[in-house]
């Protein structure tokens, strides 16, 4: 079992919709969850960065940690065809949050104006 | 502020060759990272580096691959002999600090490397 989950895709929703990823994980010491998007051959960026569980909201974007049952989702709401990228969750459990990152194999979402 | 800068964005090669990759970190950044992304796949770290000591080299094929941060600042990662499994996309970033409080690194926009 791979420390950490996520489905490919791809996800094709329409523009507007609720947009909902997700990432399990099996290490219960991880205890810092970030969401990384990634536009076609460009580097990683940071979306959303949590430490506890519950959620956190950053204008369309919400992302939710439950610790209990090793689960960790993004929201997008109001999609739009720019939201069109590879969305990589990851997690660490080291002191900070910038090292020792394990990513999932990230979710190609299609936004289809 | 400039990003992170990397050379070369392609790179196409034979297997048993070798190839280098540099990186400029963003001004100031203490630590510097090597991922590997293979394609469909997320970032693997292969090395880690805070000023130009090695913090975490514990994923790097030490037979086949090296890192080096001179002077702290820019960062080369070599393969050699490069093997057909080495076809992949290398990022490097880096962050302010070891330990960075926000969970944020700083992404170039990466070597693709092919390996024929």
């Known amino acids: 079992?791979?420390?950490?989950?996520?489905?490919?895709?791809?996800?094709?929703?329409?523009?507007?919709?609720?947009?909902s990823l997700n990432c399990t994980y099996s290490n219960s010491a991880f205890q810092y969850f970030m969401w990384?998007?990634?536009?076609?051959?460009?580097?990683?960026?940071?979306?959303?960065?949590?430490?506890?569980?519950?959620?956190?909201?950053?204008?369309?974007?919400?992302?939710?940690?439950?610790?209990?049952?090793?689960?960790?989702?993004?929201?997008?709401?109001?999609?739009?065809?720019?939201?069109?990228?590879?969305?990589?969750?990851?997690?660490t459990y080291s002191g900070g949050g910038a090292d020792g990152l394990t990513f999932g194999k990230g979710t190609h979402l299609i936004i289809q104006p | 502020e400039a990003g992170v800068a990397q050379s070369p964005r392609y790179k196409i090669i034979e297997k048993r060759?070798?190839?280098?990759?540099?990186?400029?970190?963003?001004?100031?950044?203490?630590?510097?990272?090597w991922y590997?992304?293979?394609?469909?796949?997320?970032?693997?770290?292969?090395?880690?580096?805070?000023?130009?000591g090695v913090v975490d080299d514990s994923q790097l094929p030490k037979d086949r691959f090296s890192a080096e941060r001179l002077k702290g600042v820019d960062s080369t990662l070599k393969i050699q002999p490069a093997k057909l499994?080495?076809?992949?996309?290398y990022l490097c970033a880096s962050s302010w600090t070891s330990g960075s409080d926000t969970g944020e690194l700083f992404f170039g926009e990466g070597s693709r490397l092919t390996v024929l």
């Open chain 1, 1 to 19: 079992q791979k420390e950490v989950e996520q489905d490919p895709g791809p996800l094709s929703v329409p523009e507007g919709a609720i947009v």
């Open chain 1, 36 to 91: 990384y998007r990634q536009y076609s051959r460009k580097g990683p960026e940071l979306l959303m960065y949590t430490y506890s569980s519950g959620n956190k909201e950053d204008g369309r974007f919400t992302a939710q940690v439950d610790k209990s049952s090793k689960y960790i989702s993004l929201f997008i709401r109001d999609s739009q065809p720019s939201d069109s990228a590879t969305y990589l969750c990851a997690m």
């Open chain 2, 17 to 33: 060759q070798s190839v280098a990759f540099w990186c400029n970190p963003i001004s100031g950044h203490a630590t510097l990272y």
């Open chain 2, 36 to 52: 590997q992304q293979i394609l469909g796949q997320g970032p693997k770290l292969l090395i880690q580096f805070q000023n130009n």
């Open chain 2, 85 to 89: 499994e080495d076809s992949a996309v």
